[in-house]
């Protein structure tokens, strides 16, 4: 099955600062790159997504790069907020039968917007 | 419309006893999904269901059964709890025709 590795696990960066956040994955059938945001005692919320046809998608102050030759793919934010602070996770998913679908996670990355 | 409603919120259970997680969507989702999160182990697919009628095991199904009781309810059981399966558990949701999941606020689970 699909497995996804996110690097780095904690985070830590100035406010006003950019922080990157990266995740491989390992089936080359993958075509859908989801990025889900967790504050503290919260659900996951999704905050922008990729599907393979596409190689940067971008949203305000957040954007993705998706590189599929390398099977990687990653978060960018800019000018960190304090309200930036929270876990991220990547995700990636390949369709087969319709709705037949699901997501793989990556571990998660904390990251800490320091004032 | 409430989105994705998990129940109850917080559950402490002593080993041996059996408890229903449950989930329910407002939003006419035909695919819905039982997760575990686990510190330093992001989110684990227990089981899913693509449809109504239909349910498949994911990643970490051991332990657990599930029940699609119909388009809008999808119910997580524990037979026996352990103390492995202390954890917080998320119910979500998708349609079909979009990729984005929705997600219930959790359950956390103490088993004792």
Redesign the interface.
Known sequence: ?ENVE?HP?TLSVQEGDSAVIKCTYSDSASN?F?WYKQELG?????II?I?SNVGEKKDQRIAVTLNKTAKHFSLHITETQPEDSAVY?CAA?KSR????????????TRLTIIP | NAGVTQTPKFQVLKTGQSMTLQCAQDMNHNSMYWYRQDPGMGLRLIYYSASEGTTDKGEVPNGYNVSRLNKREFSLRLESAAPSQTSVYFCASKTGVSYGYTFGSGTRLTVV
């Open positions: 099955g996110q696990s859908y989801p919260k659900r996951p919320q999704l997504d599907r996770f998913k039968n319709f709705g037949n679908e699901k997501l793989t996670f990556g571990t998660g």
